[in-house]
C-alpha cells in the first residue's frame, strides 16, 4: 500500500458514517398493512366457504411486543371448522430471513407464515472462512443501485431443511387441512 493509499485510507476512517436513524413507528404501520393484506387474502380463499355455512371466521387483536416497536395491537383470526378451532396468529415483524410472520395453530399442529422475498425459496445459510488470502485493493468503491424487492406471504417447512412455497389457495388449504387433520 502506497502512502497515499494509506492516507486516503485514515481519511475515510476519520469521517463518521452517518448512518440513517431507523423510522420503527413507519415498519410497525408497514408490518401491520401486511398483515391486513395477507387476511384479506385469507379471507378470499374461505368466503365461499363461510358465505355457504361451512365454516366461521371470527376477528380479534393480539398484543404484541417487539424490540424497538414497543406494544402494539396487531389483528388475528380465528376459523372454526366443525367443532375444530384454528388460529392465525401474527408473531411479529423484527425476524432473521422474512419481514413477518402469522402462526397457524390447529389442534393437530403448526404452519408457519412468512412475509420474505419473491424470489426466496428457503433459509440458506453462508459463511467465509478468512486467511491468509490478499484481495487486491480496489481504486473505486464498489456501489450497488438499490433495487427493491419484491416481498410475497409463504409457507415455511418445518425444520431441518425450511423450504418457502407460495401462498395459493391450494396450498392454504392443504396447510389448514393438516392442523386440523394432521
Known amino acids: 500500500m502506497t502512502k497515499e493509499e494509506f492516507e486516503n485510507f485514515l481519511e475515510q476512517k476519520a469521517r463518521p458514517e452517518k448512518a440513517k436513524p431507523i423510522d420503527w413507528e413507519s415498519q410497525k404501520g408497514e408490518w401491520l398493512q401486511n398483515l391486513r393484506s395477507f387476511y384479506s387474502t385469507i379471507d378470499g380463499y374461505l368466503a365461499p366457504y363461510r358465505e355457504s355455512g361451512k365454516l366461521k371466521v371470527e376477528s380479534s387483536s393480539v398484543r404484541l411486543t417487539e424490540e424497538h416497536i414497543g ?61 491468509e488470502e490478499k484481495q487486491p485493493a480496489r481504486k473505486e468503491p464498489v456501489t450497488k443501485e438499490a ?26 388449504f392443504s396447510a389448514l387441512t393438516d392442523v386440523v387433520n394432521g
Open 71 to 131: 406494544t402494539y395491537e396487531a389483528e388475528c383470526r380465528t376459523v372454526l371448522v366443525g367443532s375444530d378451532k384454528v388460529t392465525l396468529v401474527p408473531v411479529g415483524t423484527l425476524l432473521i430471513g422474512a419481514r413477518g410472520r402469522v402462526d397457524m395453530n390447529g389442534p393437530l399442529g403448526t404452519v408457519k407464515f412468512i412475509f420474505t422475498g419473491k424470489n426466496s425459496n428457503g433459509i440458506s445459510i453462508s459463511w467465509k472462512i478468512q486467511g
Open 147 to 172: 433495487v427493491p424487492e419484491e416481498f410475497v406471504w409463504k409457507i415455511a417447512t418445518p425444520p431441518p431443511k425450511v423450504r418457502f412455497i407460495e401462498l395459493t389457495p391450494e396450498t392454504f
